[in-house]
């Protein structure tokens, strides 16, 4: 089975992470690599991997060949096109500090743009030739339902219990997907 996982909101606490922004005045700065630096002036002793939710580092740990991250740098909240560059940069680097590479294998983290949904097509395509199973999770709605167009089963980290949609597979924890994976999903 290949886990295809999102990472803020599934491996990555990123509302407590952006309370910690707040905290140190960076509420509304501007998203790019070098703000790790600016926080870090202020908070020597920051240290973006404790903000990966302890289930989430378990999981990679114990199926660390079979995971893939697919991680979009556009924030649920538009930005204006020029920011692109800089919001790839920032989220590739909070991956980076994250310490999630160093659990996965090489190559095993793709960045994309607003949709998922190429991304996803790539590798269910991949995933049929080797004749593996694959499993998305992420916990937007709007790419559950871009994996539902490629075909890949999908199920929604809901951690906050915020998702009402009945068609929607929701856990809330992976201890909670290895409970529904057992049960077949
Ligand atoms: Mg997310």
Redesign the pocket.
């Known amino acids: 089975m290949k886990y295809l996982l999102?990472?803020?909101?599934?491996l990555f606490d990123i509302e407590l992470f952006k309370a910690r922004m707040e905290e140190l005045g960076f509420k509304n700065a501007k998203r790019s690599a070098a703000l790790f630096d600016q926080m870090k002036e202020k908070d020597p002793v920051l240290d973006v991997s404790s903000f990966l939710f302890p289930d989430a580092k378990s999981f990679l740990e114990e199926h660390r060949d079979d995971c893939l991250v697919i991680s979009s740098f556009v924030s649920s909240n538009p930005q204006p096109e020029e920011y692109e560059t800089d919001a790839r940069a920032y989220q590739e680097r909070k991956i980076t500090l994250s310490g999630v590479p160093t659990l996965l294998s090489d190559g095993s983290i793709l960045v994309v743009g607003s949709s998922k949904e190429e991304a996803l097509k790539k590798v269910y395509e991949k995933c049929g030739k080797d004749g593996e199973d694959c499993i998305f999770i992420?916990?937007?709605e709007v790419h559950i339902d871009e994996a539902a167009r490629v075909g890949i089963k999908a199920v929604c980290m809901d951690r906050i219990g915020t998702s009402h949609d009945p068609h929607v597979r929701v856990v809330r924890s992976f201890y909670e997907l290895a409970d529904l994976l057992q049960n077949g999903v």
């Open positions: 999102d990472f803020d909101g599934v992420d916990d937007r």
